[in-house]
């Protein structure tokens, strides 16, 4: 897939339009130009991005109590970590929406586990947890090394 983001009304190749560009790339993204990506994603991978796919119907009130819907731009930053961190797939354990309109990623490893939270504001937040304990807290903008340490210590 070949992407020039500043046409965005232009097509270029399957699934590229204006509305895919959208929904897969965040608004804080530095470069203007996307130029490939895996032809197949981990299984995993593909599965929570289809479940993304899911919550960005969610009708506020989804929990039966007052739960807002899931933000479009958490919804977006959530797929785009997906996309852009895909070879993770075997950390990736479960995805979800909150009742605040984040979403939220969890990683799993033994006796690791870390949340990962996409906030409605375009914010994130991380915690590691190592034997149900929180061990860091902080965004992921300064501890993705952090993350990928943890899980390979």
Do not use: C
């Not at 490939?36 to 989804?62: H, N, T």
Request: aromatic share 14%; no cysteine; net charge negative.
């Amino acid at each position: 897939m070949k992407v020039f983001l500043n046409e965005p009304a232009e097509s270029y190749g399957e699934a590229t339009t204006a509305s895919r560009i959208g929904s897969i790339f965040s608004p804080s993204r530095n470069s203007s130009i996307y130029l490939s990506q895996p032809q197949y994603f981990p299984d995993k991978v593909a599965e929570m991005i289809r479940k993304l796919q899911r919550l960005k119907s969610l009708p506020p009130g989804w929990d039966s109590y007052s739960a807002d819907a899931p933000s479009p731009v958490a919804v977006a930053l959530a797929e785009s970590f997906l996309v852009e961190n895909y070879y993770l797939a075997n950390l990736f354990y479960f995805l979800a929406p909150g009742v605040k309109g984040e979403i939220m990623i969890e990683f799993k490893k033994g006796d690791k586990a870390a949340e990962l939270y996409f906030l409605p504001d375009g914010a994130n937040e991380l915690i590691l947890y190592d034997k149900d304990a929180a061990v860091m807290e902080g965004n992921l903008n300064d501890h993705f090394k952090n993350l990928i340490a943890f899980f390979n210590s």
